[in-house]
């Protein structure tokens, strides 16, 4: 990683840069697609799948007989972790739900909230350099929790047009029966649009690299569709001192670095010594990473920054608003309140990243690219909708019609005034 020493605060906007390749040169390519799957259907998703994924596809929805088989193709030590890790995301998630909120705002006058779930959900599940079934658990569960009434999930399949059985078996650990064989934007084109085989959906989840977060993107903007978030390639920050392991550190960026190769993962330190242990520590354990080839690539996104005023080192992680942030220095509880920015944080030595990717309950679906300084991450929250109702009697009407009738008056909205007008008339006259 280049290292930098106490960086200008002007220059921090590039220093904080993300790899990512021009929006209007993705859109280019994406646009097509998604012109070609809302025109022509299930024909353009086979012909996209077969260029893009390899696989002829002649039936895209996953068969009852192809779910069962994958529970005797995952081993069952991994059934087992998979069970606890839904047991804690559901635990978590369920926590989330809301009361309903009744508030009279004044006598007469009742307002109320209420969550409602959104009808038709399309979870994405990335499946290519890596088959994320942890993916599935993370967006099935809330969305079985909030009572969403059809949730389809889609995923890319292999040159011999199958599903990775741990995605399979995920799926129907979670209840989710409606499985596609498609990936990238033509699978957010079908499910934006719909198509023969898959189901037009209302709000589109799941993470997925740069062509799939921009499909995601466009569709929100054109079709009446929702997304969850940009969530595009991973990446996480760490904040570490002489407390930290170096160890621990290098594994942690790392984790992300071998996500693909437009992940990115950034260092701070309060001093280089601490930065150049944790830079020997990557370097040992790189070696030894299956996916080495895509870390490297990686690791020549990344950066490492000695700050060594604390203040100065918060202000820079906050400007930076990392997907996810590791704080392993020796007051991190203290550190932690301190953050505005972030998708979710890690705090402590015995904190892993991971924990959150896969079993301690939280969700990974989070914003990357610095739009955590705006979007929170999946939650409960993101399955429903919040409507508002409200209900007033004569006595209420009485009680808050003037003050409507004057400022309604005032913004010369005459039918607003009268429908006050009318009702205040009507009770007077009918005492």
Known sequence: MEKFIEPNINDWPELISRPVKNFDDIKKIVQPVLDKIKHEGDSALKEFT?????????????????????????SQELKEALQLAKNNIEKFHAAQADEVLTVETMPGVSCVRKSVAIRKVGLYIPGGTAPLFSTVLMLAIPAKIAGCKEIVLCTPPNKEGNIHPAILYAAKLTGINTVIKAGGAQAV??????????????????????????????????????????????????????????????????????????????????????????????????????????????????????????????DFLNEYAAEHLILANEDADDVAEQIINAGSVFIGNFTPESAGDYASGTNHTLPTNGYANAYSGVSLDSFVKKITFQKITKEGIKAIGPSIELMAEEEQLDAHKNAVTLRLKYLQENV
């Not at 993470?207 to 499909?215: K, S």
């Not at 407390?243 to 594994?251: C, G, K, M, T």
């Not at 030894?288 to 100065?312: C, W």
């Open 189 to 314: 084109a079908a499910m934006a649009f719909g198509t023969e085989s898959v189901p037009k959906v209302d709000k589109i989840f799941g993470p997925g690299n740069q062509y799939v977060t921009a499909a995601k993107q466009i569709v929100s903007q054109s079709e009446k569709v929702a997304i969850d978030m940009p969530a595009g390639p991973s990446e996480v920050a760490v904040y570490a001192d002489a407390a930290s392991i170096p160890s621990f550190v290098a594994s942690d960026l790392l984790s992300q670095a071998e996500h693909g190769v437009d992940s990115q993962v950034i260092l701070v330190a309060d001093t280089e010594k601490t930065v150049d242990e944790i830079n020997d520590a990557v370097a040992e354990q790189l070696e030894l990473l299956s996916r080495k080839d895509i870390a490297i690539e990686a690791l020549k996104n990344s950066r490492a920054f000695v700050i060594n005023n604390k203040q100065t080192a918060i």
């Open 50 to 74: 077969q260029k893009f994924d390899g696989a002829e596809i002649n039936d895209f929805l996953v068969s009852t007989e192809e779910l069962d088989k994958a529970s005797s193709l995952v």
